[in-house]
């Protein structure tokens, strides 16, 4: 501390490091304790992570893992219902007062004992409306506020087609590309084949009137 740099590092950061920090020192000598400075640390949760799925899946698994396991409420909800929410976990059953019509009976937690800090979201017999962005809220610990802990936005295709418009898109497109190549060249290949029969008997006429007249 010779310099004067009481600078604190934190190492692997989560999403419970949030909050107000307060640097205290006590001056050489001797004295009371000194504020030196406040900095509040806000952490906020890993990108959004993209999954894919096809309408009609049985089951579709939206990740949500946790440093901990102290978690006492779990909250899912997607960006366009407004208040109302996919799935609510509290007192060690679910609450659907407010839950979105759509997903009653539809929705569970991989693990409703909370034990090992995973709250990912089982989705069942999924359909294209299930397309959204999805997030996740934990309360960890009494009087705590709900943390948010990771931001999923769902895709679902048509069946039949993987990867969506990110993959195939560009193959449906290529297709039709394709598609169009292949009916000019069609056009082209009528088109020589008439011409080539046009030219042959317009010679075989040009060769009936250079041959004399016997009568």
Partial sequence: MKDGDVSLILKNVTINDTGTYECVVIPEGGGSSKPVSIIYLHVDPPDQKN???????????????????????????????????????????????????????????????????????????VTINDTGIYKCHVVQGVRQPLKLISIIYLHVVPPGQPGGDTEDGEKEGGSVRLKVGLSVSAVLLVAAVVGFFIYRKHEKNKELRAVPDSC
């Fill in 51 to 125: 999954i894919t799925a096809e309408s009609g899946e049985k089951i579709v698994t939206l990740p949500c893992l946790t440093p901990n396991n102290n978690n006492i409420v779990v909250k899912w909800n997607r960006t366009d219902l407004g208040d109302e929410y996919v799935l609510y976990y509290r007192d060690e059953q679910f609450d659907s007062d407010n839950q979105h019509p759509s997903f009653k009976n539809r929705v569970d937690l991989q693990d409703k004992q909370l034990k090992d800090g995973d709250v990912s979201l089982i989705l069942k017999n």
